[in-house]
T-cell receptor, first 115, second 115 residues
Framework: AQTVTQSQPEMSVQEAETVTLSCTYD???????LFWYKQPPSRQMILVIR??????QNATENRFSVNFQKAAKSFSLKISDSQLGDTAMYFC????????????FGTGTLLAVQP | DTGVSQDPRHKITKRGQNVTFRCDPI?????LYWYRQTLGQGPEFLTY????????KSRLLSNRFSAERPKGSFSTLEIQRTEQGDSAMYLC?????????????FGDGTRLSIL
């Protein structure tokens, strides 16, 4: 069975600074995808960034980038130039390829961006 | 694209009552998922539909839970004889057919509170 671990329950960062959220996972699969989702307070979950396991290049979406270390089964999210609107719960998620595409989530990291 | 719609947003009921939630996915999406999210945890997979066929159910989905997607469009999730432990946010997501390059789009969720 696959598991996803987020070891930082809460983090805080000053506006305009950079912050890194950690995620590790465990799987024996070779074909899979990794995701970071953002859930703002009382708002719906939205996709931040995704990474295909077969790609060595780290995914980047504007101010968001990942550090994907496949051998270490690590998938961290870096947020550059943090903005107040980045305040949210961030979930790391795993998806096995070629199956039902169900997501397996970590327990989340609550990020607070301070003005 | 109006997004994934869930109804109701909030439901308060007494223990032992039956409740039903509705999810309207994005119109062109043929995959639909239900997740349950308890306080301080990440969402947990409950069940998955491809069109009208329910293809996977989690062991979390006890026999008091039933989900349908009769015409491959909207879906309902019914909980019979509710228990305190059913209190949670119930999230619905949809995606087009495909592998992990097709992200899941989430609704706002239905928050269930059992008195």
């Amino acid at each position: 069975a696959q598991t996803v671990t987020q070891s930082q329950p809460e983090m805080s960062v000053q506006e305009a600074e950079t912050v890194t959220l950690s995620c590790t996972y465990d799987t024996s699969e070779s074909n899979y995808y990794l995701f970071w989702y953002k859930q703002p307070p009382s708002r719906q979950m939205i996709l931040v960034i995704r990474q295909e396991a077969y790609k060595q290049q780290n995914a980047t979406e504007n101010r968001f980038s990942v550090n994907f270390q496949k051998a270490a089964k690590s998938f961290s999210l870096k947020i550059s130039d943090s903005q107040l609107g980045d305040t949210a719960m961030y979930f790391c998620a795993f998806m096995k390829g070629g199956a039902t595409n169900k997501l397996i989530f970590g327990t989340g990291t609550l990020l607070a961006v301070q003005p | 694209d109006t997004g994934v719609s869930q109804d109701p947003r909030h439901k308060i009921t007494k223990r032992g009552q039956n409740v039903t939630f509705r999810c309207d996915p994005i119109s062109e999406h043929n995959r639909l998922y239900w997740y349950r999210q308890t306080l301080g945890q990440g969402p947990e997979f409950l069940t998955y539909f491809q069109n009208e066929a329910q293809l996977e159910k989690s062991r979390l989905l006890s026999n008091r839970f039933s989900a349908e997607r009769p015409k491959g469009s909207f879906s309902t999730l019914e909980i019979q004889r509710t228990e305190q432990g059913d209190s949670a946010m119930y999230l619905c997501a949809s995606s087009p057919r495909g592998d992990g390059n097709q992200p899941q789009h989430f609704g706002d969720g239905t928050r269930l509170s059992i008195l």
